[in-house]
């Protein structure tokens, strides 16, 4: 693929199993060419997901940075000192490159710091095709627009009342800010036969349209009480298969808002 890359941030409320459903995305898009994972949340999950461990992070490297002495080389050139240490930071795997982003601030603005990150990874993402975004739980990114040019927001939510009600607000707020998105796509995750009925019910109350479902995988179960990877689902299971018809959904919404 040549030209701007199509990026992907998956949202949603905690525990509705957005890491595991932005693992898999990452294995189908790198079929297809070359993929940037960043686990936007602090509790690191994304690196377990696609069987990677990755030694260091962007938290780090920004405490280090602004905690350097005031006359240091780091503290005279922050921007540089950044691009640096991020480029060492890049865990290489078969699958993606790895950006983990670590805890959440601290004590203390690093609104400076923030502004300079957000334009270090802007230029990062363009070198690859696909970059897949898993955002913390809520709506912490979105309120902090810290994610910003995103061609597709998948939006994910499980068969729960406070799954739908997260669902409608990140759409709301994706309208209110400035950030530019192509497409907000909400999906329903580990649904059932007896709670995909429920789920369509209190979508069409909540005003929220569902565009696709993934079934409950009792496989990313099994993977999950082993502490495997998500990417060792097999590519015929039924979750899977699902995620594969979002990624095709994806490349299709992309394509047709001009990426």
Known sequence: ???????????????????????????????????????????????????????????????????????????????????????????????????????SEGEGCYCAINHILRQIIDSRVNMYDFTVIDCEAGLEHLSRRTTKDVDVMLVVTDATKNGILTAKRIEQLSKELYVDFGEVLTVGNRVTPETKELLEEMARENGVKIMAYVPYDPQ?????????????????????VAVDGICQQILEVAGAVGV
């Open 220 to 240: 990313i179960a099994a993977l999950d009480i082993r502490g495997r990877p998500a990417l060792e689902l097999a590519a015929d299971s039924p979750a899977a």
């Open 1 to 103: 693929m040549t030209g701007k890359g199509i990026i992907i941030a998956v949202s949603g409320k905690g525990g509705v199993g957005k890491t595991n459903l932005a693992a898999l995305l990452v294995r189908c898009l790198a079929k297809i060419g070359s993929v940037l994972a960043i686990d936007a949340d602090p509790d690191s999950n994304l690196p377990q997901a696609l069987g990677a461990e990755v030694k260091s992070n962007v938290g780090e490297i920004r405490e280090a940075i602004v905690n350097a002495p005031a006359r240091s080389e780091v503290a005279a050139d922050k921007g540089g000192a950044f691009e640096r240490e991020l480029h060492k930071i890049v865990e290489e795997t078969p699958q993606c490159d790895i950006v983990m982003m670590g805890r």
